[in-house]
């Protein structure tokens, strides 16, 4: 055989194996109405935790440089991003008390999201609580002192939500909850 000859002969039984680049990925079903309706809920939560986290961020960043105006205003943005979850927090438990999903719930997965809901619901209205006071003249050494350890108390209240609002999520669309997605445009939609 020529060369040529075998290099085609090659090519031939190499296309005909699959590889798992050749390996065609289905896409998701699409959600019906009441999972859209969840789906949309539960990450517009958790796009508005990114935010409380961002300003977490930033107040820790400038606690140590900055001047106790800045600290204030970072404490007032702090206090108005833990506020807005508050209110989407109960947007998200009347979707979810609505939605009667997942249907039917044998391992209590939704009284268990519910609860771990409240928690956040809770620890988030304490962050508004507390941020409103240390944004106060009269409070700026005690924002200085203690503000970066009540953020990260918020943090990890964040970070103690996100196993169960994953499962939650999983068993109520059959998808995959993306608890962190970078840029705009990056919420997965797919209904």
Do not use: W
């Not at 859209?36 to 935010?51: G, N, P, T, W």
């Not at 961002?54 to 900055?66: H, P, T």
């Not at 964040?158 to 608890?179: C, K, N, Q």
């Amino acid at each position: 055989m020529k060369y040529p000859q075998l290099i085609a002969l090659a090519a031939m039984v190499a296309s005909a194996v699959p590889v798992r680049a050749q390996i065609v990925v289905q896409p998701d079903p699409p959600l019906d109405s009441t999972q859209a309706v969840i789906h949309d809920a539960l990450y517009l939560l958790r796009d508005s935790l990114q935010f409380v986290e961002a300003a977490s961020s930033r107040f820790a960043r400038d606690r140590d440089m900055s001047s106790d105006a800045v600290l204030r205003s970072r404490a007032l943005t702090m206090a108005d991003r833990c506020e807005s979850v508050v209110r989407i927090t109960d947007e998200v438990k009347a979707v979810v008390g609505r939605s009667a999903r997942p249907d039917p719930d044998p391992k209590g997965d939704r009284p268990r999201y519910l609860g771990a809901l409240e928690n956040l619901r809770s620890r988030m209205q304490e962050c508004s609580t507390e941020f409103t006071h240390l944004a106060k003249p009269e409070a700026a050494q005690e924002l200085r002192d203690y503000g970066i350890g009540k953020g990260h108390r918020v943090d990890e209240s964040i970070r103690a939500y996100d196993p169960e609002i994953s499962r939650y999520f999983f068993v109520t669309t059959g998808r995959r909850y993306e608890p962190y997605m970078r840029g705009a445009g990056a919420t997965p939609t797919g209904h």
